[in-house]
């Protein structure tokens, strides 16, 4: 099995972003056919937990969550999973609010943007998490 995968990464080249193959399939890492394979629920759990880190990273070294409970972090990680880091960054009230502490203005702030009417009940559970500092599941 590990020459096989040796020569299978020799032959087939690990792409990170999707592609289109010789036969014009969206492809990613080394030949996966995303179209007529896909992935797995297990492999699209690893990536998401892979996501959860990386964004935790990105938020914690961007933005003072010192007063945050779990629950309210994860609204910060969970916007920036939506939005991508800098999207996020640009809840300038937002984030001055978490930063102070101000959980109701916070939500406010949450819910007076673009990004919740796009996304709905959404952003109206998140900022209801954001607010009361328990779990909306």
């Known amino acids: 099995m590990e020459k096989l ?3 299978l990464k020799q032959h087939e080249g690990c792409v990170t ?3 289109l193959c010789s036969e014009n399939k969206q492809t990613i890492g080394y030949g996966r ?3 007529d394979r ?3 629920e297990d492999e699209a759990l690893y990536l998401l937990r892979n996501d959860i ?3 935790t990273k990105q938020v914690t070294s961007n933005i003072d969550i010192s007063k945050c409970n779990p629950a309210r972090k994860a609204v910060l990680i969970n916007m920036a999973f939506n939005l991508g880091i800098a999207g996020l960054l640009n809840f300038k009230k ?3 609010a978490v930063e102070a502490g101000k959980w ?5 702030e949450m819910l007076n943007s673009r990004w919740a009417s796009q996304v709905g009940s959404r952003a109206d559970e998140l900022a209801e998490q954001m607010a009361s500092g328990e779990w909306q599941l």
Do not use: R
């Open 5 to 7: 995968e040796q020569q």
């Open 33 to 35: 056919n995303l179209e």
């Open 104 to 108: 109701e203005t916070a939500a406010i």
């Open 38 to 40: 896909g992935i797995t």
């Open 17 to 19: 972003t999707v592609y």
């Open 94 to 96: 937002t984030i001055a």
């Open 53 to 55: 880190t990386a964004f």
